[in-house]
């Protein structure tokens, strides 16, 4: 097969999305656009955790070089440890979540390893593409005969409340890890998942992709909650009409939560203890988290059982049983040799936070007359999968339809395929039409400032 020569020729789109907690590559072919793809094997050799997408997460060896991502380099990183040879390697996690908090995100903006070493955050960016980029290309290899590398269409995944420096960043960090100027998407996070959600809807009762729809995409990842509104125009394109919002009410604060509850149980001084000197049991205790937690229902009865490693059984009973009476627990936590059993209620409780915030979050938007109209909500993101989440939804919003995905947790990478698909047919119809008028940056950036993704292709050209 020939490699595309022309700009918009692309035989296939591929989407990366970096996610607060996890990441991960979809494609598919030009010829069957919504067949879309991810990679099914990330969790190979462990046994851990089940996902489609990988954790966001970058090891590099004492002579700052990239050496692994995702569920590898924490293994990698963990085997380091267990040797005592980890010190002057670097393992960077949840870097995007810095980003959020850095208001002046630019060239020289850093990002910290876990044990507080500074990396140019634009070197860690650069190399999670380098490293999804070549994964996506030898997978791609195997399955499409004759594919070139200069066959494919890259769309990036970016947060709606990201500025124009942010996503001028992100475009050099592509651009750096060798990706083609010209091949380079960016995609809103909220409006990837309203194309996708476009393209699934007739499924459900309520039909989004009818001109005048107005619907809210509530994404739920790891780190935040973001809510954008959108609305499907007559001439087919989105409009946001309402500007993200939201707050850190994602899945990882239900892990902070369980934290802070142990560390109320087993003291302070224990737990940094064994955060720092039991390294590998603590990835171990939180990994088991990981999986514990998606299994927990508004039924979920009798109590949840997480195994606890040594260093926390050796502090004296004495003092846990003192901490329970405090925190009047007695009845609903039981130590069992290496096994704390813990009242579902309680493990319930480490949720209500970000699902309170979240479900009060949207009934507010949801009350302001500029969005008396919005029908339909769109539950996405993997915390979107959380039936505790989906339970509060659906019972505390009763006027409205509300449509979760299946696979919620990919469909922001999906939708960013199906967006890379559409452009480029928006894109050749505008330069047929208009020709000439599609500036490059217009091409790269796209679904800037309140327009929609595909909309600001056309405004654009106004
Ligand atoms: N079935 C489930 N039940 C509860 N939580 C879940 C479930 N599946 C995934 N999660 C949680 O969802 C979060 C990951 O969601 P997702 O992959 O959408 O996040 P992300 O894209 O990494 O983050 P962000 O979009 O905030 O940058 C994690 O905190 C994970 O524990
Ligand atoms: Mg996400």
Redesign the pocket.
């Known amino acids: 097969m020939a490699s595309a020569q022309t700009s918009g020729d692309w035989m296939l789109v591929a989407a990366f999305?970096f996610?607060?907690?996890?990441s991960g590559y979809a494609f598919s072919l030009r010829d069957k656009p919504t067949m879309i793809q991810t990679n099914q094997a990330w969790n190979a050799g462990s046994e851990a955790l089940v996902s489609l997408?990988t954790p966001?997460c970058v090891l590099l060896n004492p002579q700052k070089e990239f050496v692994a991502f995702g569920v590898e380099a924490e293994d990698k990183y963990l085997s380091l440890v267990e040797q005592g040879q980890h010190k002057p390697w670097m393992l960077f996690r949840r870097f995007?979540m810095m980003l959020h908090n850095n208001d002046g995100l630019n060239r020289n903006a850093t990002v910290d390893d876990i044990t507080g070493k500074k990396m140019p955050a634009m070197t860690i960016f650069e190399m999670s593409i380098r490293y999804l980029r070549d994964h996506l290309v030898d997978a791609l290899k195997k399955q499409v005969d004759g594919i070139h590398e200069s066959d494919i269409l890259y769309v990036l995944t970016v947060p709606s409340i990201w500025n124009d420096a942010a996503r001028q960043f992100m475009h050099e960090a592509a651009v750096m890890a060798g990706l083609a100027s010209d091949r380079i998407k960016l995609a809103l996070?909220p409006e990837a998942a309203s194309v996708w959600c476009q393209h699934i809807s007739s499924s459900f009762n309520a039909d989004i992709s009818k001109p005048g729809t107005q619907y809210m995409v509530v994404?739920l990842?790891?780190?935040?909650a973001d809510i954008s509104v959108h609305e499907k125009k007559f001439d087919t394109t989105l409009r946001e009409i309402h500007k993200a919002s939201g707050g850190p009410w994602?899945?990882?604060c239900v892990d902070q939560n369980f934290i802070n509850w142990l560390t109320n149980i087993f003291g302070e001084s224990t737990m940094s203890r064994f955060r720092e000197e039991e390294m590998e049991g603590y990835f171990e205790l939180l990994r088991e988290f990981?999986t514990k937690?998606?299994t927990i229902t508004p039924d979920t009865d009798g109590p949840v059982t997480f195994r606890i490693p040594i260093v926390l059984r050796s502090i004296h009973d004495e003092t846990i049983k003192r901490n329970l009476e405090q925190m009047k627990l007695t009845d609903e936590v039981a130590l069992q040799g290496d096994k704390l059993r813990v009242a579902a209620n309680i493990v319930r409780s480490w949720f209500s936070e970000s699902i309170e915030n979240t479900t009060q979050h949207m009934i507010n938007l949801l009350s302001e007359s500029k969005l008396i109209n919005v029908s339909t909500i769109l539950l996405v993101?993997?915390?979107g999968?959380?039936k505790l989440v989906q339970d509060s939804v659906t019972k505390k919003i009763r006027n409205k339809n509300i449509i979760i995905p299946q696979e919620a947790?990919l469909v922001v990478l999906k939708g960013a395929v199906r967006f890379g698909h559409l452009s480029r047919l928006i894109t050749s119809r505008v330069i047929k039409h208009r020709h000439g008028c599609v500036s490059e940056d217009a091409n790269i950036l796209t679904g800037y400032e309140n327009e929609s993704v595909l909309d600001g292709v056309f405004k654009s050209c106004a």
Not at 221 to 224: A, D, N, R
């Open positions: 999305d996610g607060t907690t996890y997408k966001t995007k996070e994404d990842g790891g780190g935040t994602g899945g990882t990981e937690k998606r993101g993997g915390y999968e959380c947790g």
